[in-house]
C-alpha cells in the first residue's frame, strides 16, 4: 500500500525566511509518480510539479526547488525568500504507474504554511 | 477559459435530499476523477473514469454515483444526503493516455453542506 506523510502539520515563518516542507512516501512499486500540490486559501488546487521515479534531479522554478531522494524516500519542497503570497496548505501527492490504481493521486495530509509580513 | 468547471460552487441542502455536481472539462483530456476533501483538508479519491469507463471506485458509499455521458463530462449524483456527506467536492482531469499518471489539473471545488 502507498502512503504519503508530511509531518509537519502547520509551519510558520517571516516573509523572506527560506522554508522547507517535508515529504516522505512509501510504496512498493519501482515506477511511481510524485506530485506537489498548493491550496491557497481561495480553495482551488494549484500543480506545482509532477517527477517521475526514475528522474531524481533536483528541481528549481524560480523560488521553488525541489530535493527528490529515493534513499530516504523523501520529495521535500523548499520556497526561497518566501512571500506572504504563498501562504497555503502544500500537499504532497504520489500515484502508481499502474492503470489498474486509475492513477489516483494519493495524498498526505498537507502542510499548512504561514508566512507574516 | 477556464479548464475544469464545476457547478454549483456552493450546495446547502438538508438531510435525505438527492442533488447532483456538474464536472466539465475543456481540456480535451481522457480520464476525470472526483475527490472529497474533509474538513480537516484531507484530500481522498472516490473514483476514475477513463473515456467514459468507470476504472477505480473506492470505499465510497453507493448512495454516491458518478456518470459520465460524454468524456468531457463526470458528474456526481449523492442520494440521502447524510450529514457525514458535507465537505468540498473536487473533480480533476488528466490526458490518461500515456500509461502513466498524467498531472491532474483540478476543478474549484464544490463545498457541499448537509443541515
Known amino acids: 500500500a502507498q502512503k504519503v506523510t508530511q509531518a509537519q502539520t502547520e509551519i510558520s515563518v517571516v516573509e523572506k525566511e527560506d522554508v522547507t516542507l517535508d515529504c516522505v512516501y512509501e510504496?512498493?512499486?519501482?515506477?511511481?509518480?510524485l506530485f506537489w500540490y498548493k491550496q491557497p486559501p481561495s480553495g482551488e488546487l494549484v500543480f506545482l510539479i509532477r517527477?517521475?521515479?526514475?528522474?531524481?534531479q533536483n528541481e528549481i522554478s524560480g523560488r521553488y526547488s525541489w530535493n527528490f531522494q529515493k534513499s530516504t524516500s523523501s520529495f521535500n519542497f523548499t520556497i526561497t525568500a518566501s512571500q506572504v503570497v504563498d501562504s497555503a496548505v502544500y500537499f504532497c501527492?504520489?500515484?502508481?504507474?499502474?492503470?489498474?490504481?486509475?492513477?489516483?493521486?494519493?495524498f498526505g495530509k498537507g502542510t499548512s504554511l504561514l508566512v507574516t509580513p | 477559459d477556464t479548464a475544469v468547471s464545476q457547478t454549483p460552487k456552493y450546495l446547502v441542502t438538508q438531510m435525505g435530499n438527492d442533488k447532483s455536481i456538474k464536472c466539465e472539462q475543456n481540456?480535451?483530456?481522457?480520464?476525470m476523477y472526483w475527490y472529497k476533501q474533509d474538513s480537516k483538508k484531507f484530500l481522498k479519491i472516490m473514483f476514475s473514469?477513463?473515456?467514459?469507463?468507470?476504472?477505480i471506485n473506492e470505499t465510497v458509499p453507493n448512495r454516491f454515483s458518478p456518470k459520465s455521458p460524454d468524456k468531457a463530462h463526470l458528474n456526481l449524483h449523492i442520494n440521502s444526503l447524510e450529514l457525514g456527506d458535507s465537505a468540498v467536492y473536487f473533480c480533476?482531469?488528466?490526458?490518461?493516455?500515456?500509461?502513466?499518471?498524467?498531472?491532474?489539473?483540478f476543478g474549484p471545488g464544490t463545498r457541499l453542506t448537509v443541515l
Open positions: 517527477r517521475n521515479s526514475f528522474d531524481e
Open positions: 501527492a504520489l500515484s502508481e504507474a499502474d492503470s489498474n490504481s486509475g492513477y489516483a493521486l494519493n
Open positions: 481540456l480535451g483530456h481522457d480520464t
Open positions: 473514469y477513463n473515456n467514459k469507463e468507470l476504472i
Open positions: 510504496t512498493r512499486d519501482t515506477t511511481y509518480y
Open positions: 480533476a482531469s488528466s490526458q490518461g493516455s500515456g500509461g502513466a499518471p498524467d498531472t491532474q489539473y
